[in-house]
Nanobody, 122 residues
Framework: EVQLVESGGDSVQAGGSLRLSCTDSGVTYSDYTMGWFRQAPGKEREFVSTIDNSGGTSYGHAVQGRAFVSRSPDKNTQYLQIHSLRPEDTGMYYC????????????????WGPGTQVTVSS
């Protein structure tokens, strides 16, 4: 089965950068779309990014221009770099993956990791 595990979350100062990773340690499907969502306490889950099987990317407005997502050559890992971090970037970041791009984009994909915490201080 697909098993997603995130890593790289940390506490950083505003203006800094982080690189998050998400690895599928189970069955790898090279044609899966992978994505990131985040959620802060008391707030709704927010779309962050997708990267599809062809390497095409999309980003949420809140991170547009500051985020870059990529995948490993074997397609089992996605990386999310966020620059110029802001306190509002604070939240639990969740990795998701599924065959259907629309499901990943909308947050209705079948596979999710347990999350990695990002805290940005001012």
């Amino acid at each position: 089965e697909v098993q997603l595990v995130e890593s790289g979350g940390d506490s950083v100062q505003a203006g800094g950068s982080l690189r998050l990773s998400c690895t599928d340690s189970g069955v790898t499907y090279s044609d899966y779309t992978m994505g990131w969502f985040r959620q802060a306490p008391g707030k709704e889950r927010e779309f962050v990014s997708t990267i599809d099987n062809s390497g095409g990317t999309s980003y949420g407005h809140a991170v547009q221009g500051r985020a870059f997502v990529s995948r490993s050559p074997d397609k089992n890992t996605q990386y999310l770099q966020i620059h110029s971090l802001r306190p509002e970037d604070t939240g639990m970041y969740y990795c998701t993956a599924d065959y259907w791009f629309d499901d990943v984009r909308l947050g209705t994909g079948r596979h999710w990791g347990p999350g990695t915490q990002v805290t940005v201080s001012s």
